[in-house]
């Protein structure tokens, strides 16, 4: 949740630390410092606030470090401020760090130390490592000792005063990546911090650590043994990590949906054989008895989509499962369950419990994931990349896009291999597929229609999104966004649900997004319109292009594109994302760093 960088090179430290703080803000936004290596000592900055007000802190002061370490904070242990910020030092100031993670038995260490004498500045977990990290030995020593001390998760980037123009990095459940530049190096929680100079790099395991300076690198294990270690080159392009032009990143990445699409299916769906392929899945087994799709917000209502894709086209029973939920559990499984752990960052703390815990159980794993190396992917069996690109905007959008995406396509690949697939619909489906991405730039190309809605919606303080079917997870979806960003209180439900006690909220100040999707439950979600409008709630309806009966019920609407009923949640969700993205704007949110929330959810 926090963001991490370090470098050490040949440009001035503070710029690289800067700029990699900015890529890193949407991890944690709280509060933000650095510490550099200056004249032999360090120096340690940092503020309560947004990078921002960092920066004006360091405005008018010269540094001149080639080697330093930085931090944005997302608040766990101790209130966002000054002295709770990162970089922490320990008493003596001879050594500077920053954390990621927490640090479970944090109390019973800080007895012990300051029982010993040792003064604190913080209340945060991290301070402890700081001390603990003091004495006597090479600092290499005094981190392989410090280490077995430790409980709970930690990335951590480390630069001591006794030698200049070194970093130290640690990994243990949280993420950390060495990026390899020409005679400069990074160390950073996440690859966009250092994509500006480098695509190369090492994803560093559980339990290792890392020593940098300008001249090269090295890679041990905690219990002092040199690893060897391969260089990735991560297929990310710079210029995806900026704004390119859009007010935020959010909106940036709903508009790169249609081409996030298409790259989800290249290589995956060929045409001319009337097959999907997948070719990371080539000793895939088609023998699995059940499948249980474990995930967390967003990603989890990409797994409910999944089950029905996969229910549908596989005939094998899919459970969905909050993987908070699940980790706690004493779930049943065997070698027979496929567990599909869908993450985009692969970092999410309860989705990798999740998966430790089933493969435990004997269970196998495949994991649909966006980030190349991450931590989920080291642990499944199989992986399949959603090809999203970096996603940045706190709100995840288009890695949802490629979620959905994905859990259909492994739905028809292994319907297909296992003969459950009802005859001519694959066939359909790779008629209509490449027709998607057009029909979403239609819907993009509305955009201020969606605006013009939002404008008459923002002051409403209760929205219920409802949907039936493949329109079940796009309503709590569409909530999610809309609550996550624009902090008004927003319920997914299923429509036919409402009887049972939401339409109780009904009134003319509550608004209702209606999803009306295909086929026999289209008439049951325009039943559920009706009932809203007798208790004169306000409704917006989304519905397929032309569909003149929801349009004389609805007080207003909002068209798709008409495609097979299976993809029209690939379509229905760029005006959801939209609506929610207008709604928060007009109401003068932040966005790209909506408040409490971080991006990768590395803690628990
Ligand atoms: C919502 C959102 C979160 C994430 C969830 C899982 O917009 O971004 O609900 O979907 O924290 O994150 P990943 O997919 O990285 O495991």
């Given at each position: 949740m926090c963001g991490i960088i370090g470098y050490v090179g040949e440009r001035e430290a503070l710029c690289v630390l800067l700029g990699g703080l900015r890529r890193l803000e949407y991890r944690g936004y709280d509060s933000a410092g650095v510490a550099l290596q200056e004249k032999g000592r360090i120096v340690v900055v940092r503020k309560v606030g947004k990078i921002g007000v960092l920066e004006q802190e360091l405005a008018g002061k010269t540094f001149t470090s080639r080697c330093g370490i930085g931090h944005t904070r997302w608040a766990t242990h101790g209130v966002p401020a000054d002295h709770n910020a990162h970089p922490h030092t320990d008493c003596r100031k001879t050594l500077a760090l920053v954390h990621n993670g927490i640090i479970e038995n944090y109390r019973a260490l800080r007895e012990r130390l300051l029982a010993e004498g040792h003064r604190f500045l913080s209340e945060t977990d991290s301070e402890v490592v700081a001390h603990l990290l003091e004495g006597d030995g090479s600092p290499l020593e005094r981190i392989l000792r410090t280490l077995p001390l430790l409980e709970g998760s930690y990335a951590l980037c480390i630069l001591f005063a006794e030698?200049?123009?070194?970093?130290?990095?640690?990994?243990?459940?949280?993420?950390?990546?060495?990026?390899?530049?020409?005679?400069?190096?990074?160390?950073?929680?996440?690859?966009?911090?250092?994509?500006?100079?480098?695509?190369?790099?090492?994803?560093?395991?559980?339990?290792?650590?890392?020593?940098?300076?300008?001249?090269?690198?090295e890679v041990f294990h905690r219990t002092g043994e040199k690893c060897s270690k391969t260089v990735f080159t991560v297929p990310w392009d710079p210029v995806s990590a900026e704004r390119g032009g859009f007010k935020h990143f959010m909106l940036k990445e709903i508009h790169e949906q249609p081409r996030v699409f298409e790259d989800t299916i290249a290589g995956r769906v060929n045409l001319a054989r009337g097959e999907v392929e997948f070719e990371e899945l080539e000793d895939f087994p088609l023998d699995f008895s059940r499948v249980v799709a474990v995930a967390c917000g967003?990603?989890?209502?990409?797994?409910?989509?999944?089950?029905?894709y996969l229910e549908d086209f596989v005939h094998v029973p899919v459970d969905v499962e909050y993987a908070s939920e699940f980790r706690y559990r004493d779930p049943l499984l065997d070698e027979k369950t496929l567990v599909l752990a869908i993450s985009q960052s692969g970092e999410t703390a309860d989705t990798l419990r999740a998966v430790e815990l089933a493969k435990q159980k004997g269970a196998r794993i495949l994991a649909v994931c966006n980030v190349l190396g991450s931590s989920l992917t080291r642990l499944a069996d199989w992986t399949v990349y959603t090809r999203a690109g970096i996603e940045i905007g706190v709100a995840s959008t288009k890695a949802f896009l490629a979620q959905m995406t994905v859990l259909l396509l492994f739905g028809l690949f292994w319907g297909k291999r296992k003969g459950t697939l009802p005859p001519g619909t694959m066939e359909s489906l790779l008629e209509e597929m490449p027709t998607l991405p057009r029909k979403m730039r239609t819907l993009l190309s509305r955009?201020?229609?969606?605006?013009?809605?939002?404008?008459?919606?923002?002051?409403?303080?209760?929205?219920?999104?409802?949907?039936?079917?493949?329109?079940?997870?796009?309503?709590?979806?569409?909530?999610?966004?809309l609550k996550e960003i624009s902090y008004i209180h927003a319920e997914g439900l299923a429509a036919g649900e409402m009887k049972h006690g939401p339409i109780a909220l009904i009134e003319p100040d509550v608004a209702s997004f209606v999803l009306v999707g295909q086929g026999e439950r289209r008439l049951k979600v325009l039943g559920n319109i009706e009932e809203i409008k007798a208790r004169r709630g306000k409704v917006i309806a989304l519905c397929d292009e032309g569909d003149g009966e929801v349009r004389g019920k609805a007080d207003y609407v909002v068209e798709i594109p008409k495609t097979l009923e299976v993809f029209s949640p690939l379509l229905a969700i760029v005006p959801l994302q939209l609506f929610a993205y207008y709604v928060a704007l007009e109401k003068g949110c932040d966005v790209d760093q909506p408040r409490n929330l971080a991006k990768s959810v590395t803690v628990e």
């Amino acid at each position: 949740m926090c963001g991490i960088i370090g470098y050490v090179g040949e440009r001035e430290a503070l710029c690289v630390l800067l700029g990699g703080l900015r890529r890193l803000e949407y991890r944690g936004y709280d509060s933000a410092g650095v510490a550099l290596q200056e004249k032999g000592r360090i120096v340690v900055v940092r503020k309560v606030g947004k990078i921002g007000v960092l920066e004006q802190e360091l405005a008018g002061k010269t540094f001149t470090s080639r080697c330093g370490i930085g931090h944005t904070r997302w608040a766990t242990h101790g209130v966002p401020a000054d002295h709770n910020a990162h970089p922490h030092t320990d008493c003596r100031k001879t050594l500077a760090l920053v954390h990621n993670g927490i640090i479970e038995n944090y109390r019973a260490l800080r007895e012990r130390l300051l029982a010993e004498g040792h003064r604190f500045l913080s209340e945060t977990d991290s301070e402890v490592v700081a001390h603990l990290l003091e004495g006597d030995g090479s600092p290499l020593e005094r981190i392989l000792r410090t280490l077995p001390l430790l409980e709970g998760s930690y990335a951590l980037c480390i630069l001591f005063a006794e030698e200049p123009g070194v970093l130290y990095g640690v990994r243990q459940f949280s993420p950390l990546i060495l990026g390899i530049g020409d005679g400069e190096y990074f160390l950073a929680s996440d690859v966009p911090a250092f994509l500006e100079y480098t695509r190369k790099a090492v994803f560093l395991e559980d339990g290792e650590i890392v020593r940098v300076s300008k001249d090269g690198w090295e890679v041990f294990h905690r219990t002092g043994e040199k690893c060897s270690k391969t260089v990735f080159t991560v297929p990310w392009d710079p210029v995806s990590a900026e704004r390119g032009g859009f007010k935020h990143f959010m909106l940036k990445e709903i508009h790169e949906q249609p081409r996030v699409f298409e790259d989800t299916i290249a290589g995956r769906v060929n045409l001319a054989r009337g097959e999907v392929e997948f070719e990371e899945l080539e000793d895939f087994p088609l023998d699995f008895s059940r499948v249980v799709a474990v995930a967390c917000g967003t990603a989890c209502h990409a797994g409910m989509l999944g089950k029905l894709y996969l229910e549908d086209f596989v005939h094998v029973p899919v459970d969905v499962e909050y993987a908070s939920e699940f980790r706690y559990r004493d779930p049943l499984l065997d070698e027979k369950t496929l567990v599909l752990a869908i993450s985009q960052s692969g970092e999410t703390a309860d989705t990798l419990r999740a998966v430790e815990l089933a493969k435990q159980k004997g269970a196998r794993i495949l994991a649909v994931c966006n980030v190349l190396g991450s931590s989920l992917t080291r642990l499944a069996d199989w992986t399949v990349y959603t090809r999203a690109g970096i996603e940045i905007g706190v709100a995840s959008t288009k890695a949802f896009l490629a979620q959905m995406t994905v859990l259909l396509l492994f739905g028809l690949f292994w319907g297909k291999r296992k003969g459950t697939l009802p005859p001519g619909t694959m066939e359909s489906l790779l008629e209509e597929m490449p027709t998607l991405p057009r029909k979403m730039r239609t819907l993009l190309s509305r955009e201020e229609d969606i605006h013009v809605l939002a404008r008459e919606f923002y002051l409403f303080k209760d929205f219920l999104y409802l949907g039936r079917g493949l329109y079940y997870p796009l309503a709590l979806e569409g909530a999610l966004k809309l609550k996550e960003i624009s902090y008004i209180h927003a319920e997914g439900l299923a429509a036919g649900e409402m009887k049972h006690g939401p339409i109780a909220l009904i009134e003319p100040d509550v608004a209702s997004f209606v999803l009306v999707g295909q086929g026999e439950r289209r008439l049951k979600v325009l039943g559920n319109i009706e009932e809203i409008k007798a208790r004169r709630g306000k409704v917006i309806a989304l519905c397929d292009e032309g569909d003149g009966e929801v349009r004389g019920k609805a007080d207003y609407v909002v068209e798709i594109p008409k495609t097979l009923e299976v993809f029209s949640p690939l379509l229905a969700i760029v005006p959801l994302q939209l609506f929610a993205y207008y709604v928060a704007l007009e109401k003068g949110c932040d966005v790209d760093q909506p408040r409490n929330l971080a991006k990768s959810v590395t803690v628990e």
